[in-house]
Nanobody, 115 residues
Framework: QVQLVESGGGLVQAGGSLRLSCAAS????????IGWYRQAPGKQRELVAV???????NYADSVKGRFTISRDNAKNTVYLQMNSLKNEDTAVYYCYLNDWRNSYWGQGTQVTVSS
């Protein structure tokens, strides 16, 4: 059973930085894509950044130039470096993995940006 464990969330001032980590375990099949979604209060969950097969990446327009996704294959860990954080980045951030058969989600980590 695939498990995703996030860490690195917290409270940060606007303009600051955070790095989220997601450690994946129990992976049996090839990963199709792995990345991050977020959900702010009263809003739908949205894609933040994802790494797909062939190492292509996709970012939400709202985070391009500020967030960077990376992956350490040896550790089965994906990271999200978040710089120049804004109030509107406040949300619960969820790690996501798809292995061509199923989709999996982490428990989420809260990121709060204060002005």
């Amino acid at each position: 059973q695939v498990q995703l464990v996030e860490s690195g969330g917290g409270l940060v001032q606007a303009g600051g930085s955070l790095r989220l980590s997601c450690a994946a375990s129990g992976i049996t099949y090839t990963i199709k894509e792995i990345g991050w979604y977020r959900q702010a209060p009263g809003k739908q969950r949205e894609l933040v950044a994802v790494i797909r097969t062939a190492r292509t990446t996709n970012y939400a327009d709202s985070v391009k130039g500020r967030f960077t996704i990376s992956r350490d294959n040896a550790k089965n860990t994906v990271y999200l470096q978040m710089n120049s954080l804004k109030n509107e980045d406040t949300a619960v951030y969820y790690c996501y993995l798809n292995d061509w058969r199923n989709s999996y989600w982490g428990q989420g980590t809260q990121v709060t940006v204060s002005s």
